[in-house]
C-alpha cells in the first residue's frame, strides 16, 4: 500500500537555528499538509498547499514557517529560526482531492519529532 | 469555527471489557467524520470514518455511528484486547474546503490483561 514517508525521524536543534522537514506524499495526490503536535496535546492543522501554492494556513503558520514542493516528489516545511515552543512532532499528510471526495481519506507520515534546545 | 470534543483520558480498562470514547463535534457545514488511531511511538492511521448522518464506520471491530441531531461520534468496542492501547483522535472535514483535519485533543486507552 503507498505511504506517506517523513525524514527525518528525529531533529535536535538549538534555538535560532533553520531545520527543514522533509516530506515524501504519496505519489498521485495533489494536496499536502502539515500538521503539528505538541507533546500530549492535541493535532494541530499548520497549512494546506495545493498547485504549488499555499491553499489555507492556520494562525500557528506565522512568518517563521515556509513550505516548498522543490521537486516532483518532496515537500519540505521549513522553520527559520526555531523557538523552544517548536519542539513538536511533525505529521505530513496527503489527499487526492483536497475533501471535493467525501469518501477520500487523508494518510499521514509517521512524524518527525522535533526537540528544540 | 469547526471544533471536536472528546472524553478526557486516559481510560483503563480490563482485557474483555466495553470501550466507549465519547466525541462530539461543532460544525458549520456538513463535515465526515473520522476516528484515528496512534500507536506508541507511531503516526496516526486511519482506524474508521463516516461521511453522512446515520453512517456506521467500522474497522478491527471499532464502531461509531455519524448522529447529526446530537452531533456525536462516539467510538465503541464491544471487547478491547491488550493491542488496542493507544492514543484515539476523532476528526472531522469539512466537504470541498480544502480537506484539512480537526481534531479532538485525544484519549488515551490502555488495556490491562
Known amino acids: 500500500e503507498p505511504e506517506v514517508t517523513q525524514t527525518p525521524s528525529h531533529q535536535v536543534t538549538q534555538m535560532g537555528q533553520e531545520v527543514i522537514l522533509r516530506c515524501v506524499p504519496i505519489?498521485?495526490?495533489?494536496?499536502f499538509y502539515w500538521y503539528r503536535q505538541i507533546l500530549g496535546q492535541k493535532v494541530e492543522f499548520l497549512v494546506s498547499?495545493?498547485?504549488?501554492?499555499?491553499?489555507?494556513k492556520s494562525e500557528i503558520f506565522d512568518d517563521q514557517f515556509s513550505v516548498e514542493r522543490p521537486d516532483g516528489s518532496n515537500f519540505t516545511l521549513k522553520i527559520r529560526s526555531t523557538k523552544l515552543e517548536d519542539s513538536a512532532m511533525y505529521f505530513c499528510?496527503?489527499?487526492?482531492?483536497?475533501?471535493?471526495?467525501?469518501?477520500?481519506?487523508?494518510?499521514f507520515g509517521p512524524g518527525t519529532r522535533l526537540l528544540v534546545l | 469555527g469547526d471544533s471536536v470534543t472528546q472524553m478526557e483520558g486516559p481510560v483503563t480498562l480490563s482485557e474483555e471489557a466495553f470501550l466507549t470514547i465519547n466525541c462530539t463535534y461543532t460544525?458549520?457545514?456538513?463535515?465526515?467524520l473520522f476516528w484515528y488511531v496512534q500507536y506508541p511511538g507511531e503516526g496516526l492511521q486511519l482506524l474508521l470514518k463516516?461521511?453522512?448522518?446515520?453512517d456506521k464506520g467500522s474497522n478491527k471491530g471499532f464502531e461509531a455511528t455519524y448522529r447529526k441531531e446530537t452531533t456525536s461520534f462516539h467510538l465503541e468496542k464491544g471487547s478491547v484486547q491488550v493491542s488496542d492501547s493507544a492514543v484515539y483522535f476523532c476528526?472531522?472535514?469539512?466537504?470541498?474546503?480544502?480537506?484539512?483535519?480537526?481534531f479532538g485533543q485525544g484519549t488515551e486507552l490502555s488495556v490491562k490483561p
Open positions: 499528510a496527503s489527499n487526492l482531492s483536497g475533501g471535493a471526495s467525501r469518501q477520500e481519506t487523508q494518510y
Open positions: 505519489s498521485n495526490h495533489l494536496y
Open positions: 498547499f495545493y498547485n504549488n501554492e499555499i491553499s489555507e
Open positions: 460544525a458549520t457545514g456538513y463535515p465526515s
Open positions: 463516516a461521511t453522512k448522518a446515520d
Open positions: 476528526a472531522l472535514s469539512e466537504y470541498n474546503q480544502g480537506g484539512k483535519l480537526i
